[in-house]
């Protein structure tokens, strides 16, 4: 028993040396040099977390624009398209909880140049915990179905695919996101095209398929197109 009473005052000492220790670690924090420490602190921890999503930019293609990488290297970047992507996020993630397996979601940004469509799609694909991909369609058209990459882009959890409607062969890219939504991914993507233009380029003959997966996804509460109707924010200061 004394051993016992011996451990128990030896464990509560402990923990009174712990809370004083807290105690004077708290009150430096709050002297100036204790701010200046964790102000450094602060900055590093943002600055290698930025590095990360650099580095993740990079490797998943992410174009070298200043514009397009500062978006895809915020955290918590706002605006309309910005919404829309993280609404798209989480449409699937509630209707795969709900259904009981993986559920495709297609969701295509259009309007003119600058409105800040690719900068949402990077930081998607910045910001996507699981394997992800950005490509143009074009680069993609121009890819074998025997390419490591077409492969890829069949396969990864999220495809962000820019400037849809620029492509020589868009059965290639109809085929993709059939191939795509039959395996319960997620597909993003952007256009210059009006949505009546993509409707007649995409969902008409050879894609008429696409556009009755995408009357079910609509059916159930998420709509395909989301319109930047603004005016071209390059040359502009704001934010998107």
Known sequence: ????????????????????????????????????????????RLA????????????RGIPADVDVRRHALDPHP??????????AIGWQREESDRRGGRVAAVRVLVGPPGTGKSSALAWVAASWQRRAL????????????????????RSVSLLTIDELGIEAHPDLLIELMLARWTNGLMTLCASNLS????????????????????????????????????ASYRGAEGRL
């Open 1 to 44: 028993m004394a051993e016992e009473i011996e451990s128990i005052g030896s464990a509560l000492g402990s923990i009174d040396a712990m809370q004083r220790a807290f105690a004077r670690v708290r009150a430096w924090q709050q002297t100036p040099d204790g701010a200046r420490a964790r102000a450094r602190f602060e900055r590093d």
């Open 78 to 87: 706002t605006g309309q398209l910005f919404d829309a992507m993280r609404e």
């Open 134 to 153: 950005y490509r143009t369609a074009d680069a993609l058209a121009q890819l074998k179905p025997h390419d490591s990459e077409w492969r890829d882009a």
């Open 195 to 230: 949505v009546d233009e993509f409707i007649a380029r995409y969902f008409q003959r050879a894609g008429e398929r696409l556009g009755d997966r995408l009357a079910q996804q609509r059916a159930h509460g998420l709509r395909t197109f989301v319109k930047a109707t603004w």
């Open 48 to 59: 290698q977390q930025r590095a990360e999503r650099d580095e993740f930019a990079t490797l």
